[in-house]
């Protein structure tokens, strides 16, 4: 059974980037696709990016696009979430999940393992 884990999370003043980092033992990651999910206070929990098994293919949310991009090194069996230009909206706890196929996908009951998640915090 796979684990997830999240890391790089942090506190940073708008504009500034981080870098999440999401490491997957007990199992491969290469297989399947990979997504970035974020869910902020109050609200429910929403797709931010996906990457295909091999890298070839990515979706980005549209409020993210332009600023945040999805990675991953399947030799390290780690996929990242490099986020840049952040803005106080993008506060969450930031969440990567493995895809029950190849393909990456918006859709989150398409995933069937989790992280516990990473907060992220974006000071105005």
């Known amino acids: 059974q796979v684990q997830l884990a999240e890391s790089g999370g942090g506190v940073v003043q708008a504009g500034g980037s981080l870098r999440l980092s999401c490491a997957a033992s007990?199992?491969?990651?290469?297989?399947?696709?990979m997504g970035w999910f974020r869910q902020a206070p109050g609200k429910e929990r929403e797709f931010v990016a996906a990457?295909?098994?091999?890298?070839?293919?990515?979706h980005t949310a549209d409020s993210v696009k332009g600023r945040f991009t999805i990675s991953r090194d399947n030799a390290k069996n780690t996929v990242y979430l490099e986020m840049n230009s952040l803005k106080p909206e993008d506060t969450a706890v930031y969440y990567c999940?493995?895809?029950?196929?190849?393909?990456?996908?918006?859709?989150?009951?398409?995933?069937?393992?989790w992280g516990q998640g990473t907060q992220v915090t974006v000071s105005s």
């Open positions: 007990g199992d491969t990651l290469s297989s399947y696709g």
């Open positions: 999940a493995r895809g029950r196929t190849y393909q990456p996908t918006t859709i989150q009951t398409e995933y069937d393992y």
């Open positions: 990457v295909n098994r091999n890298d070839g293919m990515t």
